[in-house]
T-cell receptor, first 114, second 116 residues
Framework: AQSVTQLGSHVSVSEGALVLLRCNYSSSVPPYLFWYVQYPNQGLQLLLKYTSAATLVKGINGFEAEFKKSETSFHLTKPSAHMSDAAEYFC????????????FGSGTRLLVRP | NAGVTQTPKFQVLKTGQSMTLQCAQD?????MSWYRQDPGMGLRLIHY???????DQGEVPNGYNVSRSTTEDFPLRLLSAAPSQTSVYFC???????????????FGEGSRLTVL
């Protein structure tokens, strides 16, 4: 069965430091991959989406993610963390069987230290 | 635009009680869905719909019912609440293009349910 693994339930960085949030998907390449962000007491919102057009995907708020088929990864990065980036981040993939189901990872909470 | 609106935002139930979580969207999206969010488990799909009159089960459908009588509304009914249904529930919607479903979801702000 398809799955998504996010390494690290909590990641803590200093303001201005590199942000790296890890996501690995199961071996079959899914049609679409996503990163969603959830700010406290809010719903999720789309950060970026991979659709096979380009392996490096740029999203909102300076985030980007690189699709690496050889590593089955879709890690999220940002060169310089800002306090406002503190949130929970979810990696997600669509299923291979083209059903209308999105599979989410368990989430990574990003803490930004002043 | 209101986007996806969920009501109520908070609810406390006793075991065995029933209730309905409401979800409405004003974007004319064909696809609507309900997820539950539990700590350390991400989001799990409960039920979804690809249009009025069409619903299907997700990963964790037991104990929940849905119906889709209009494009705008997709209520989630808990028939007999159990403590295991204590969770945060999210409604989400999206377009379905003629070619495929891209999975790009628009979420409501969530409904926090506690079952005692």
């Amino acid at each position: 069965a398809q799955s998504v693994t996010q390494l690290g339930s909590h990641v803590s960085v200093s303001e201005g430091a590199l942000v790296l949030l890890r996501c690995n998907y199961s071996s079959s390449v899914p049609p679409y991959l996503f990163w969603y962000v959830q700010y406290p007491n809010q719903g999720l919102q789309l950060l970026l989406k991979y659709t096979s057009a380009a392996t490096l995907v740029k999203g909102i708020n300076g985030f980007e993610a690189e699709f690496k088929k050889s590593e089955t990864s879709f890690h999220l990065t940002k060169p310089s963390a800002h306090m406002s980036d503190a949130a929970e981040y979810f990696c997600a993939v669509t299923r291979m069987d083209s059903s209308y189901k999105l599979i989410f990872g368990s989430g990574t909470r990003l803490l930004v230290r002043p | 635009n209101a986007g996806v609106t969920q009501t109520p935002k908070f609810q406390v139930l006793k075991t065995g009680q029933s209730m309905t979580l409401q979800c409405a969207q004003d974007m004319n999206h064909e696809y609507m869905s309900w997820y539950r969010q539990d700590p350390g488990m991400g989001l799990r799909l409960i039920h979804y719909s690809v249009g009025a009159g069409i619903t299907d089960q997700g990963e964790v459908p037991n104990g929940y019912n849905v119906s889709r009588s209009t494009t705008e509304d997709f209520p989630l009914r808990l028939l007999s609440a159990a403590p295991s249904q204590t969770s945060v529930y999210f409604c989400a919607s999206s377009y379905i293009s003629s070619a495929s479903w891209t999975g790009e979801l628009f979420f409501g702000e969530g409904s926090r349910l506690t079952v005692l």
